[in-house]
């Protein structure tokens, strides 16, 4: 096995917070089965808001690569995840009719307004590529780990959230987060300490951000 890498010891170092996001208590429902449909359905909708700024972030680091990388081969991966968001809002379009929902009426929540402000930081020119490329990573990394625990042997995860499960659970997201956790890796080997410290601190904004998402997701009480 080859040393461990910047990505990796950061898991290492932040594992609280990063399991508090990849198991988190909305991802253990759905894996046993109870989950309640209508947070689900305040899933879909925040997620319909919060893809939509993802969507521009995704554009800005496809510029940011096109502009800094010293790999040409990293603007394919990231016209790769462009591709899947294009497919990813036909499926919620496809969901949201299925479940009554009126996309053009959704209301961001605080949680979610507050993920697209920080997305928002972060499309700013000045910051570098690879702080950009480091949270990219991790924004996917952490729905490839939540999901593909609720599609394990044994799991409870009912028939109607399969899909949503197998879109972000898949071996092939799978492979795509490897992608993009090699390219963070390689860019942060060549990196000063100074922007290295801000992939970090961006890596736990993502995951901060990503449990309140999870917590803003309850069922109506
Ligand atoms: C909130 N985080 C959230 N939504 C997503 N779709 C992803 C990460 C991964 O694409």
Redesign the pocket.
């Known amino acids: 096995a080859g040393a461990m890498t910047a990505t990796d010891s950061w898991l290492r170092k932040h594992r609280l917070i990063y399991t508090g996001a990849t198991r988190h208590p909305f991802i253990l429902t759905i894996r046993d089965g109870t989950v309640d449909l209508s947070a689900f359905k305040t899933w879909l909708e925040?997620?319909c808001e919060?893809?939509r700024s993802?969507a521009a972030f995704v554009g800005s680091v496809l510029v940011k690569a096109w502009k800094e990388s010293d790999d040409r081969a990293d603007e394919e991966v990231i016209l790769g995840s462009l591709a899947a968001?294009n497919d990813?809002f036909a499926w919620f379009k496809k969901e949201a009719l299925k479940r009554d929902i009126n996309l053009s009426e959704i209301v961001p929540q605080k949680a979610t307004a507050g993920?697209s402000r920080f997305l928002e930081s972060l499309m700013r020119p000045e910051v570098e590529y690879t702080v950009a490329i480091t949270a990219l990573w991790a924004?996917?990394a952490?729905?490839?780990e939540s999901f593909a625990y609720c599609l394990e042997e044994g799991t409870k995860t009912p028939l109607e959230l399969r899909e949503a499960c197998e879109r972000?659970g898949s071996e092939g997201f799978d492979k795509y987060c490897s992608t993009l956790k090699k390219i963070a890796d390689r860019r942060l080997e060549m990196g000063s300490g100074e922007v290295n410290k801000k992939a970090e601190v961006g890596l736990l904004r993502v995951l901060e951000?990503?449990v309140g998402?999870w917590n803003m997701i309850r069922p109506p009480s």
């Open positions: 925040q997620e919060f893809l993802f968001l990813e993920y924004i996917e952490v729905y490839h972000w951000y990503e998402f």
